[in-house]
């Protein structure tokens, strides 16, 4: 069992930036990752990160998000810079992530969730 709790959601203006945090409590997890979740939207994969530091961003937050895992502090975290309206989303972090067909991806552990407003 894996136990992931999320922080560091909030509201923020278009342009503004946040850091989003999670406390893994494995963290020895292969793959540990954020995903997000807009109204009457499907969950999409955000950002993954390997324990060999390899990387998966999707298209829409490349060149903006960074994710990174803490090994100190057994977290996993989330930069993001330049935010749009559309990044609006309530964001999940994510362990044992895995690409499914059809270039999706799925996890076996989810955290509860941290909420990211961005307005215009």
């Known amino acids: 069992q894996v136990h992931l709790v999320e922080s560091g959601g909030a509201s923020v203006q278009a342009g503004g930036s946040l850091r989003l945090s999670c406390a893994v409590s494995r963290f020895r997890a292969a793959c540990l990752g954020w995903f997000r979740q807009a109204p009457g939207k499907e969950r999409e994969a955000v950002a993954n990160?390997?324990?060999?530091?390899?990387?998966y961003y999707a298209d829409s937050v490349k060149g903006r998000f960074s994710i990174n895992r803490d090994n100190a502090n057994n977290t996993v975290n989330l930069r993001m810079n330049n935010l749009k309206p559309e990044d609006t989303a309530m964001y999940y972090c994510?362990?044992?992530?895995?690409?499914?067909?059809?270039?999706?991806?799925?996890?076996?552990?989810w955290g509860q969730g941290t909420q990211v407003t961005v307005s215009s």
């Open positions: 990160i390997w324990g060999n530091g390899a990387t």
């Open positions: 994510a362990a044992e992530c895995r690409r499914r067909p059809g270039d999706t991806w799925d996890a076996n552990y």
